[in-house]
């Protein structure tokens, strides 16, 4: 049932932020100031150097919180998941699919989210036990790709990432995202340690995701 959990609590928060930073102390804070704000899903991406780590730190923070999910992000092979896994990650997102990957979640009924661009890549996806499929990078597409998916693949569960701001979020979830996935338009404030910023940009993404 842990799976299903995790699923149901990323489809409450509807965004989920994706932590890219050049340090972990940075990673650390702008994940802090994205909860804040009162974003409940968290990808730390394993690009971040000790990507493990800090994913440690922020369940040991909201844990308890039955709201928020700590997952991994940019998890390439099932070794990187499994570390992730071992650290409390809650769900795995990759750019790509890989078999692998969703056979090591599945044993740990811990949901997988892998990047698709085609019909092909999302049918094997699925067919592997990935429950919600990420659209990457969804700069390449209009919301209107949703539509033109689920007329072959009604039952598919899409979250598109990249290239996703306040400007076309509410026309991707009125075209069916189940949610999305927010990196840099999230985080402008971190280079300058201007975190406030980070949770009042994360503030108008819930309400603008809520809001439709």
Not at 76 to 82: C, E, F, G, H, M
Not at 140 to 157: D, M, R, T, Y
Not at 181 to 195: H, P, R, S, W
Request: overall charge neutral; hydrophobic content about 45%; aromatic content about 6%.
């Amino acid at each position: 049932m842990k799976k299903v959990d995790v699923l149901t609590r990323l489809e409450k928060a509807g965004v989920v932020a994706v932590v890219r930073e050049a340090s972990g102390e940075r990673a650390f804070k702008a994940a802090k100031a994205v909860v804040k704000g009162g974003i409940k899903g968290i990808e730390v991406t394993f690009s971040v150097p000790n990507a493990d780590q800090i994913i440690v730190k922020l369940k040991e923070q909201y844990g308890s919180d039955s709201t928020i999910a700590i997952g991994a992000g940019t998890v390439l092979d099932s070794v990187t998941a499994r570390l992730a896994i071992m650290a409390g990650a809650d769900f795995i997102v990759s750019p790509c699919f890989d078999q692998t990957t969703a056979e090591l979640c599945n044993l740990y009924q811990v949901p997988y989210m892998p990047g698709c661009m085609t019909i092909t890549e999302m049918q094997q996806a699925m067919k592997s036990g990935a429950d919600v499929v990420k659209l990457f990078p969804a700069n390449n597409f209009s919301p209107q790709v949703i539509k033109a998916v689920k007329a072959p693949l009604p039952h598919v569960n899409i979250m598109p990432t990249g290239g996703i701001n306040l400007d076309n979020l509410t026309e991707w979830k009125q075209a069916g995202a189940i949610m999305v996935g927010i990196g840099g338009n999230l985080f402008k404030g971190v280079a300058e340690e201007d975190y406030e910023l980070v949770t009042k940009t994360a503030k108008e993404y819930v309400e603008a995701w809520q809001g439709n």
